[in-house]
């Protein structure tokens, strides 16, 4: 299937790693300019580096922190002026620390707003314009499978993921005259270092192997096994494609069946 990303221009939040970087590497290998960003120069410049190495497209470093809202104009911006459009945002953001309701106070909750939730209105705020003039726009925020079943001790990405749902569905209506569909990816137990950073803290809490922690894991997901980044990112690139023509305002999870929800 040709899904309609050569020549696009994709800004892809946080992508120096992880899934950003796995999805920015697909967007890439369909044909899409992308925008690479992150906190760390070294890491950015490589990643896009090795993109357009690896896909032959463009692939434009901007260093951002997302919780800075200069650095979020800018990133859109310099999208804009390296390419001259801009057809599809991804936005992006490392979750939150772990920890229960007790663990955190204001300064923690204010922190994880601003990276996971305000950070996404920053992003579609500024990217809006540019695909409104163009009447044609794809917007696709990662989440988390917390969109559907609350995790256990990730308190703030709960609550703020959650966030990020109910602006994407509100958006989707609003947005959907113009041309630009909005929706919501939330990846289960994808083999990325967030997700063996959070295993290794189970391990400790429990006092048990970190080994043992992802066999239980593995144990609770249909499919045996966490998943790969590049499985994850080849749905978010169909969702942010022109040859997604009806799909919008929804939720999908990427997580080998492990949420039972309906």
Known sequence: MDLG?????????????????????QLAAEGARVVVSG??????RKTAAEIERATGSEAEPVIADLTRAADVEELVQRAVE?????????????????????????????????????????????????????GYGRIVNFTSSSIKQPIDNLILSNTFRAGVLGLAKTLAGELAPDGILVNTIGPGRIATGRLFSIDEGQAE???????????????????????????FARVAAFLASGA?????GQALLVDGGMVRAI
């Open 82 to 134: 390296r390419f001259g459009s801009l057809e599809v945002l991804i936005t992006n953001a490392g979750g939150p620390p772990p920890g229960s309701f007790d663990s955190f106070g204001d300064g923690d909750w204010q922190r994880a707003f601003e990276l996971n939730l305000l950070s996404v209105v920053r992003l579609i705020r500024a990217a809006l314009p540019h695909m409104r003039g163009r």
């Open 205 to 231: 809490r429990l006092g048990i192997p970190v080994e043992q922690v992802r066999e239980r894991s593995e144990s609770q997901i249909p499919l045996g096994r966490y998943g790969e980044p590049e499985e």
């Open 5 to 25: 990303l050569g020549g696009h221009v994709a800004v892809v939040a946080a992508s120096s790693k992880g899934l950003g970087r796995a999805t920015a590497m």
């Open 244 to 248: 997604n023509t009806y799909v919008t």
């Open 39 to 44: 906190r760390d120069e070294a890491e950015v």
